[in-house]
């Protein structure tokens, strides 16, 4: 917007620059912050896992303890949610906690960029754990995965209505999925941009505001750490919800 | 009044709009908690196992909110 709109902008944080101009036949490979961004989330991770495993001794170490506590974690997550079986998908489950947690810790670094408040990101993610489940679904269960849309016990006049809205919901599962985790995480930089933006606004405006410019300062401290609870929240939920969705595929019946 | 004038207005009428959906969301995290805190006084042995399903549920009612807040958001800047 041009006319009248606040001095700072909120949306600029999330813009794509481009560092490494790369063009391979056409096609436009160029190395963005947001590539940089993903690229060190994955070494970050990477790294935490190989120095924790690295010692591998009976009392764990400060690192071995946090690598521990995140495997235990996922792996009591994947059991609960989609049982012994699910343990197979463990390896891409605790891939994407990983990948999505430290890209959402990374981006709360100030002046950083946050790679999963961009919708592509996301919708890539959510689309890829729903092709796996399609997949799975129907090498493991055959015909018997779209049981999944007729839930058992439903009157015969009702049916064809709970069929249909089953298949809806089943459908739209990766946009709500994508959504959630792209929303939480873009609405809650805008507010803390704002919050920053008031700081900045009140300061400048002159010596009797100054003194206000502590409150929203002291908001977006209490901002940062809710943003901090909801980075893990989301990496969480969206992680457990994949859990669901897998023990769908494996077991079709049972809902 | 002239039509970039009355569109400004009806951009921020709409993200005001939006923002009422936030205070639903709030609604349903209060509800949320509340029950919550209702069982927990009841069996407070029951707690901890349920823990897990109270985060739960505050992120996905919470997601709702943050929906509409987005809304509001993409009409201030990004419209």
């Known amino acids: 917007m041009a006319e009248a709109g606040p001095a700072i902008n909120p949306i600029e944080q999330f813009s794509i620059l481009k560092i490494v101009d790369i063009h391979i036949a056409g096609h436009d490979f160029s190395l963005t912050n947001s590539s940089l961004y993903m690229m060190i989330a994955v070494a970050l991770s990477c790294g935490l896992m190989a120095i924790g495993a690295a010692g591998g001794s009976g009392v764990p170490g400060r690192m071995q303890a946090m690598a521990e506590m995140a495997y235990e974690f996922v792996a009591g997550m994947v059991r609960s949610a989609a049982g012994e079986s699910g343990m197979r998908f463990f390896p891409l489950v605790f891939c994407l906690f990983m990948f999505i947690l430290l890209c959402n810790l990374v981006g709360l670094v100030p002046y950083s960029f946050t790679v999963t408040s961009h919708i592509i990101v996301t919708v890539s993610l959510a689309l890829l754990v729903f092709f796996t489940v399609v997949i799975v679904g129907v090498m493991e269960n055959g015909l018997h995965f779209f049981k999944l849309f007729v839930p058992s016990g439903v009157p015969i006049y009702i049916l064809p209505l709970v069929v249909a809205i089953e298949i809806i919901s089943f459908l739209s599962r990766p946009l709500s999925h994508s959504v959630r985790l792209f929303a939480n995480m873009l609405a809650g930089h805008i507010t803390l941009n704002v919050f920053g933006g008031f700081v900045v606004m009140l300061l400048g405006a002159g010596a009797l505001t100054k003194a206000l410019a502590v409150l929203p300062f002291a908001m977006t401290i209490g901002l940062d750490a809710l943003e901090l609870l909801v980075a893990f929240l989301q990496a969480y939920v969206f992680t457990m919800l994949t859990c669901m969705y897998l023990n769908d595929a494996l077991h079709p019946g049972g809902h | ?79």
């Not at chain 2, 709030?26 to 069996?43: S, Y």
Request: proline share 1%.
């Open chain 2, 1 to 79: 009044m002239d039509a970039a004038n009355i569109a400004v207005a009806a951009k921020y009428i709409g993200a005001g709009l939006a923002a009422i959906g936030t205070g639903a969301a709030g609604i349903g995290v209060g509800t949320l908690f509340g029950q919550f805190l209702n069982g927990a006084l009841r069996n407070p042995s029951a707690v901890d196992g349920q823990f897990g399903r109270l985060i739960f549920g505050f992120a996905v009612t919470e997601a709702l909110g943050i929906f509409a807040l987005l809304i509001a958001f993409l009409l201030l800047f990004a419209v």
